[in-house]
């Protein structure tokens, strides 16, 4: 039978970019702008079905899913091997697009190549497509994967250093409080736990000298005794200082995240680490986790040979979905290699994704990052809720989740009304509104 005779053939795909509020979050770059730019996709079907996927809403993605949403048309839900292809196909190279050995240090997500870019983009769409064929089918995501094998995704709760609110006044005003100290991100990190039962922490570091944050990771520890660990300096330090502080909370962190830029240096940390002995391996001791140096399949021989890291936190956003989400996990198991889940400022649709392919991860080592609890708005009909710091896993049609049209509507006339200064991400010029001389800092900082 025809795709057609099924309804999964694609009539109609929509894009809409939005501007969703974000608390002034801190990292080493500067402070989250008060408005950050997403797309969310709908791929509707000749059977009635319409999908949603969401991804970074930046304007070099939206200029590659515009021509894809075109080439979509006609095509199957189910043709979702093809995708890189036309991607590939219809995107050509994006403008922005670097080679492979450069950061984005706008985004922090790792190298900037035509590629990842391109499959950043196509995420959505492989999302949104999964979806509709869920949908259609009565089956949950999960299902289209291969089935679940835990019916609850763990969570951490993700800490910031931030302030009481953003320069100026400016973006949507909330009642947590500035958390510049061990005692700030202490109150932040007992909020978490109480409202949302979560078990363990991870703080984004690079903020301020390392001392100051080895002291609030041990106040976190001295609160939450037993309770896993993570810091992340997003890169921020040089080898000898990543050394160092990994001596000082070796025992106390669960993994120590990016504490130095690039694949070489964390094959330096690690060695370290391990005493740089011939054969022996960093998961002896202080694990090194990453989701900077190894974000493309093209990185994971080099990183995985030289030992640098010994977690990768996935991200279906930039790997390109759920299915390559699937094989990622696979070649970390083939090599051992630690597995958890990476998190950028995102909405529903990005969190019930998230929560479907993790469903379907046997070897998910560690709770999976979300920056979702930071967020005070959505487009969905219902927030989804974290319940002893987990998701269920949703078993209804597709990602299980309703859109919110108004709530939609309202977040694209935000976008439609900017100027176009917050519809990419900066965080080097947000902090410029604080500290007008503020330039993104060079690295290693310490």
Known sequence: MTDARHGLTITEVRLTPVLVADPPLLNTQGVHQPYTPRLIIEVATEGGAAGLGETYGDTAYLALAQPLAGALIGRSVTDLNGLPELAAEVCGDPPGATGAGAVDVGGLRGVRTAGKLRLSVLSGFEVACLDAWGRTTGLPVHALLGGKVRDRVEFSAYLFYRWAGHPGGRGEPDDWGAALD??????????????????????KGGVFPPDEEIAAVRALAAEFPGRPLRLDPNGAWSVPTSCRVADELAGVLEYLEDPTSGTAGMAEVAAALRGARPGASGRAGLPLATNMCVTTFDEIAEAFARDAVQIVLADHHYWGGLRHTRELAAVCRTFGVGLSMHSNTHLGISLAAMTQVAATLPDLDHACDSHYPWQTEDVLTERIGFRDGRVDVSDAPGLGITLDRDRLAALHRRWLADDGGLRDRDDAAAMRHADPGWVTPATPRW
Do not use: E
């Not at 005692?183 to 922490?201: E, I, L, Y």
């Open 182 to 203: 061990p005692a700030g991100v202490v109150a932040q990190a007992r909020r978490f736990a109480d409202t949302h039962g979560f078990t363990s922490f991870k703080l």
